[in-house]
């Protein structure tokens, strides 16, 4: 029975230091390591060997071969010198975390003064208010006790009136009367006058304080990342901001992986990395979309009515697909979803990309096409190159490659052309080599047939070769970066064979 395969994990000796009595075991097989993988910069077991790197015979060495002179290599130099790097960075976090830590405290201090303040200037107005209340509530009683005070007199004005009608004389009454009748004028005009009034008494507070849309207040936090002495700083005034030198990179094997198998034999001709950790890859012999997880484990395939070939990431679930026929889709990962877009191509769609907010592909035979999805917006990029496949773009920036060609060609957006640069190893006898851009401009190409990959700086004045033919894998048909975490994801036509790889 053959032995289930497992991602491998390089051995870790960070917590267990061995001496050369030790014997260092690998951590998936617990087998005694005894070989190194230069390809994909492994330590291996014999079953590592045997399982997982067959095709790279030739990269293969002994341990005590691969470890002669290690002590003075310049890749202990370089580790030592990462490690110090590490270092320095950790050490100037813990003074960030110390600043950020005082500054909250700060921050503490101010909110509770300013809503100190706030509160003092509200007990102030309560105590206003209630003076007010206060004011008013005397004038009430006061009427209150005049007006008992003029029913008392009112009642023996009644009481009196009607005694003397009893047994006074006609001129005795009569007078009465008439002093009466001046007294009940007197009282009925003091009784209009002061005490006919009804409060209608209620309170409405400022709408500053009772909506719910108007908070006390706000803590901003403005967030600035320092640049770390190991990666490359960014200045968002210049448009193409001068690059790391481009001859200190390598690329590290992080995942492999054995794309999922269907009816037919596949034909990988494009890759994305997600957001989310999924990579898809599109198989047109089966007409699908197949879901890997990022660490290379199978998730699960989403069949399209037709074949795709090329691909392009455009949120976080969502990958843009264009087709051999007037089509191009944009499908969602999750819930299968497709929405097609057919208006804008006027004879097949070809290479796609997707930044900034808009989608570029390659109208076979009309030129490279922007489009706003939105606003329902397409503009027509004329170029003269005929036979365009692949594209990219940076700000304003499209890189493209095209069928038969060994060159890289770069254009503003207006189709203007910027440079060209040649390389026999990029050269394709049927497709155009695929290509990728970095977050500062660069360019990651393949080529289609020798299996090189290549990175050209910004300018195309350096170019530095990331995989030679030496550890090449044949037939290369997707080239994806991650801006993100700087990863490079290639895929292979004919095999169904991916790699995740980590730019160091």
């Known amino acids: 029975m053959a032995e289930k395969r497992e991602p491998h994990i390089e051995s870790s000796f960070v917590n267990n230091p061995s001496t050369e009595s030790d014997e260092i075991l690998c951590k998936i097989h617990q087998k005694e390591i005894v070989f190194f993988c230069r390809c994909h910069d492994k330590l291996l077991c014999v079953v590592c060997n045997r399982l997982d790197h067959s095709k790279c015979k030739d990269q293969i060495f002994e341990i005590e071969i691969a470890a002669q002179k290690v002590k003075t290599s310049t890749a202990m130099a370089k580790l030592e010198l990462?490690?110090?790097?590490?270092?320095?960075?950790?050490?100037?976090?813990?003074?960030?975390?110390?600043?950020?830590?005082?500054?909250?405290?700060?921050?503490?201090?101010?909110?509770?003064?300013?809503?100190?303040?706030?509160?003092?200037?509200?007990?102030?107005?309560?105590?206003?208010?209630?003076?007010?209340?206060?004011?008013?509530?005397?004038?009430?009683?006061?009427?209150?006790?005049?007006?008992?005070?003029?029913?008392?007199?009112?009642?023996?004005?009644?009481?009196?009136?009607?005694?003397?009608?009893?047994?006074?004389?006609?001129?005795h009454v009569f007078i009465e009367m008439k002093m009466a009748e001046e007294n009940a004028f007197k009282e009925r005009n003091s009784f209009m006058e002061e005490s006919n009034m009804k409060y209608k008494i209620g309170f409405q507070i400022n709408p500053f304080f009772s909506s719910a849309e108007n908070i006390l207040g706000e803590i901003k936090f403005i967030s600035k990342f320092r640049s770390y002495s190991t990666s490359s700083s960014h200045e968002a005034q210049i448009e193409l901001p001068m690059a790391p030198d481009i001859n200190k990179n390598v690329l590290k094997c992080e995942h492999d992986f054995n794309i999922h198998s269907s009816k037919h034999?596949?034909?990988?001709?494009?890759?994305?990395?997600?957001?989310?950790?999924?990579?898809?890859?599109?198989?047109?012999?089966?007409?699908?979309?197949?879901?890997?997880?990022?660490?290379?484990?199978?998730?699960?395939?989403?069949?399209?009515?037709?074949?795709?070939f090329y691909i392009t990431a455009v949120g976080m679930d969502e990958?843009?697909?264009?087709?051999?026929?007037?089509?191009?889709s944009i499908v969602n990962i999750k819930t299968s979803k497709e929405l097609r877009l057919t208006r804008y191509i006027e004879h097949y769609s070809r290479g796609i990309c997707y930044a900034d907010g808009k989608l570029y592909f390659v109208d076979y035979g009309v030129g490279i096409k922007e489009v706003s999805i939105d606003k329902e917006v397409a503009r027509k990029i004329h170029v003269d190159i005929a036979g365009i496949g692949n594209i990219a773009v940076y700000k304003k920036r499209i890189y493209y490659t095209a069928d038969h060609n060994n060159k890289v060609y770069c254009c503003d957006t207006s189709g203007k052309q910027i440079w060209t640069i040649?390389?026999?190893?990029?050269?394709?006898?049927?497709?155009?080599?695929?290509?990728?851009?970095?977050?500062?401009?660069?360019?990651?190409?393949?080529?289609p047939d020798s299996g090189v990959v290549i990175m050209i700086s910004h300018d195309s004045k350096k170019t530095e070769v990331l995989i030679n033919e030496i550890n090449a894998i044949q037939h290369p048909r997707g080239l994806f970066y991650d801006k993100h975490h700087k990863k490079l994801l290639l895929c292979y036509k004919k095999n169904g064979m991916a790699h995740l790889f980590r730019l160091q």
């Open 265 to 308: 034999l596949m034909e990988l001709y494009g890759c994305v990395l997600l957001p989310n950790k999924l990579a898809v890859f599109i198989d047109s012999s089966n007409k699908r979309l197949v879901i890997h997880h990022e660490n290379g484990a199978y998730f699960k395939d989403l069949p399209l009515t037709e074949k795709p």
């Open 82 to 171: 990462d490690i110090l790097d590490v270092l320095q960075n950790v050490k100037e976090g813990i003074q960030i975390q110390k600043h950020n830590l005082s500054s909250l405290q700060e921050v503490e201090k101010t909110i509770r003064k300013e809503v100190q303040k706030i509160i003092e200037q509200i007990h102030q107005e309560q105590e206003s208010l209630l003076c007010e209340l206060e004011s008013r509530n005397e004038k009430v009683k006061q009427a209150e006790q005049d007006l008992l005070q003029q029913e008392s007199r009112i009642c023996k004005l009644q009481k009196r009136l009607s005694t003397i009608k009893q047994s006074g004389t006609d001129k």
């Open 319 to 328: 990958v843009a697909v264009s087709y051999s026929s007037k089509l191009i």
């Open 422 to 447: 040649s390389d026999d190893r990029l050269k394709a006898k049927k497709n155009s080599a695929p290509l990728a851009v970095d977050n500062d401009g660069n360019i990651f190409v393949a080529g």
